[in-house]
């Protein structure tokens, strides 16, 4: 009975902190600004934005076009447009 009781209590355990363990990655920011905010931002200047992160000095988001192909492309921390090469 106590080893049922342990198992119980471990398994109660687990499923209490995974919650906690999935907001910890929130919040997650790039050059101080949160990743969700630059993403929404990006979308509504038409870049499809699969995700962002922070890559040097500026901030590097992959994007997905009409084809489906991945694609990385840099852009200004502060004005959010592409850099050219």
Not at 31 to 45: I, K, S
């Amino acid at each position: 009975m106590k080893t049922l009781s342990t198992a119980v209590f471990i398994a109660i355990a687990g499923l209490v902190s995974m919650p906690a363990l999935a907001l910890a990655d929130t919040d997650y920011t790039v050059h101080g600004r949160d990743d969700f905010v630059l993403e929404t931002a990006l979308r509504d200047q038409g870049t499809p934005v699969d995700s962002v992160e922070e890559w040097g000095a500026y901030v590097r988001a992959w994007t997905v076009d009409a084809n489906g192909h991945s694609a990385m492309v840099l852009f200004d921390p502060d004005t959010l447009q592409p850099l050219l090469n």
